[in-house]
């Protein structure tokens, strides 16, 4: 029987994950490992290994003498900072006998760092928000004459790796972005762009050695506790929505050509509508799922069952479309504590009582 060790294993990025190659006709053994013992609890794997931070100087040698003990055939990573850095020895990882699916680590280091991808994207002539990037307060203050809306208003950001939206803001007071970003220690870290709708779509794909074997398109409806954040976005989706657009899909594939000429693993495209209508690429989520991919294999379709089909065994999956095969419209809500639901928005209202 194969093996897959999963990173980050208990965390809301890694369960759905473990989750969806757990649920499989005939699944391969599945060990967790990961460094907050408190989330490994949580993994629904019978192994879980608890290992320094990808941050510390012992998480290199952690990582390698547990690949040596179990031999995993198959190692993913659900955070990009772990991503990022076990990229930097993969040989070392591939030489225990561990495979890794997953970009060079040229793609991964333009898609980890936002403003990097978004230079590629401008290259490459697709529509994005216009963006630069905060060294100074001369920076900022230009950033305020050319990106502001009608009031007044626009995007900060920081450049570095991480999810959740981190240091996102929206603002029209100078003052108030200088000291965020001052309090963030982001001066050269820090991008600002004009101020894009609040409706955004993620296109979700697997390619293997530069032909797309699956994308799916999905709206995300809210976040979960946007209301407690400065910027709304918390990068936890409360309601995501299955939907279909060749735009969307075009200018995704678009997206990871320009970060990629021979694109490989998995490719997660963020897009904001603007004014106009047109969705923006914002960034890359490279190599990993999003968190609530249980989502599109409770719909119908595996797609991290489709990723270690293809990393062990060379098998290809048999889908009547390879682009958007799920059902539009199919919703998947979550909540603290709860167990997400996959629904429709008419069997909300059939179960609900409107006075």
Known sequence: MSKILIMGAGSAQSNGVIN????????????????????????????????????????????????????????????????????????????????????DHKTID???????????????????????????????????????????YIWLRSTNIGGGGMGSLTTNDFEFARNWITMYKGWGNFMAAELLSPDSVTWLSIWNNGELIVGQGRIRKGWYSGGRMLSGVTGITKVGQTYSSKNISEIAINSIIAVSEKPHGIFGVDMTYDKNGIPNPTEINIGRFFTTVQFFKEAGLNMPEIMKDLALYN?????????????????????MDEKPILTTSESIFDKLIQL
């Open 20 to 103: 969806c190659l757990l649920n499989v006709e005939n699944p391969e053994e599945i060990i967790g490992a990961g460094s907050e013992p408190t989330d490994l609890v949580f993994a629904s794997c019978k192994k879980k290994y608890l290992i320094p931070h990808s941050n510390s100087l012992k998480y290199k040698d952690a990582l390698l003498k547990l690949l040596n003990f179990e031999k995993p055939d198959l190692i993913h990573f659900q955070h990009d900072q772990e991503l990022y850095i076990a990229s930097r020895f993969r040989d070392e990882i591939i030489a225990t006998g561990t495979k890794l699916f997953i970009p």
């Open 110 to 152: 333009t898609c980890v760092y936002k403003y990097k991808s978004y230079l590629k994207f401008k290259k490459a002539g697709i529509i994005v928000p216009e963006n630069c990037l905060i060294k100074n307060e001369e920076d900022l203050k230009e950033a305020f004459l050319k990106f502001k809306n009608k009031d007044g």
């Open 315 to 335: 098998r290809h999956p048999n889908l009547k479309n390879k682009i958007d095969p799920l059902a539009d419209d199919l919703l998947w809500l979550r909540s």
